[in-house]
């Protein structure tokens, strides 16, 4: 099914899992927030948490600065 992710289509496998999505795109767990139109999902829920066609996903990075 596709997705976007940060204003990106991108292909996953149906009834995949926030947590499951970050696998397949190869993308770090640590330090980062995770967004499905527009509400944040808590880590913790990441693995129940189911995603749908055309689901909005934004991920966005910690940095570190000063």
Do not use: F, Y
Not at 26 to 38: L, M, P, Q, S, Y
Request: hydrophobic letters at 35%.
């Amino acid at each position: 099914m596709t997705i976007n992710v940060n204003n990106q289509p991108r292909s996953i496998s149906e009834n995949s899992s926030i947590s499951s999505m970050l696998d397949q795109l190869d993308t770090t767990k640590n330090g980062i927030a995770v967004a499905i139109n527009n509400i944040v999902i808590r880590k913790d829920q990441w693995l129940e948490t189911v995603l749908k066609e055309n689901d909005q996903v934004t991920i966005i990075q910690a940095t570190q600065g000063g």
